[in-house]
């Protein structure tokens, strides 16, 4: 059978520098961290007094969130949405966000060692983009207002590599959950459908004439 190959890309040790660098800021032990299956909490969990009081980790909290923000944007798409909403927040922290902050870091604690597999076992030709949107209805309570999120891939029967993925609170408040949906596809393809596909026409075209024996500039190689 054909060999598809594979690669890793491994951010462990920068999820573990998140993790060390929260317990020194904070002043915690590690034995404050329990394993949990999510990096967020349902505001619904959270007292309506929480989101009014100053948080213990006001002073601080940038150092943390922007060493988490690069770890979601380069390698763990999974807390990306958490990383986003804390991060609206470092000007006006509050004891919310405090107890969101602690969540996701128990969550990085228990899943550092986590990679992101990527295998590719097919030609150029039989690859494709794929696109996928989706958002939360007024997930957030204070605003009512939805996220958008996107997950842009290149595809194939043996072939499968997370490009890029995008997380990002919407303007306006929709009406309905198809709305917000709606305004996620129009996000996502603005920002990275439309562009990447573009530039992937650019490379099967640059990639097909060198196999045919012509440069990237379409004049004839050398023999």
């Known amino acids: 059978?054909?060999?598809?190959?594979?690669?890793?890309?491994?951010?462990?040790?920068?999820?573990?520098?998140?993790?060390?660098?929260?317990?020194?800021?904070?002043?915690?032990?590690?034995?404050?961290?329990?394993?949990v299956p999510t990096p967020c909490i349902d505001d619904h969990q959270l007292p309506a007094a929480d989101f009014e009081k100053k948080g213990a980790l006001d002073d601080i909290a940038a150092r943390i969130v922007l060493k988490v923000l690069f770890l979601a944007r380069m390698?763990?798409?999974?807390?990306l949405w958490s990383v986003n909403m804390l991060a609206r927040e470092v000007t006006k922290w509050n004891v919310a966000c405090d107890k969101r902050l602690h969540r996701l870091i128990c969550y990085l604690n228990c899943t550092?060692?986590?990679?992101?597999?990527?295998?590719?076992?097919?030609?150029?030709?039989k690859c494709k983009l794929a696109l996928f949107c989706d958002a939360s209805f007024a997930g957030d309570l204070r605003d009512s207002k939805s996220t958008s999120g996107a997950?842009?891939?290149?595809?194939?029967?043996?072939?499968?590599?997370?490009?890029?993925?995008?997380?990002?609170?919407?303007?306006?408040?929709?009406?309905?959950?198809?709305?917000?949906?709606?305004?996620?596809l129009d996000a996502g393809l603005g920002l990275e459908g439309i562009p990447a596909l573009s530039l992937w026409d650019q490379i099967l075209e640059v990639f097909t004439e060198t196999k045919q024996g012509k440069s990237s500039h379409g004049k004839p190689k050398a023999k």
């Not at 491994?10 to 002043?27: D, F, N, P, T």
């Not at 590599?161 to 009406?175: D, L, M, R």
């Open 112 to 125: 550092q060692d986590w990679v992101q597999i990527c295998f590719v076992g097919d030609p150029m030709e």
């Open 1 to 35: 059978p054909r060999q598809t190959k594979a690669y890793q890309y491994i951010m462990s040790g920068h999820a573990k520098q998140c993790v060390e660098k929260y317990l020194e800021l904070a002043k915690l032990d590690r034995s404050s961290l329990k394993p």
């Open 75 to 79: 390698n763990r798409p999974d807390t």
């Open 151 to 184: 997950f842009l891939c290149l595809v194939g029967p043996n072939t499968f590599v997370p490009i890029t993925w995008v997380c990002k609170k919407q303007g306006a408040v929709s009406h309905s959950s198809s709305e917000a949906e709606v305004i996620s």
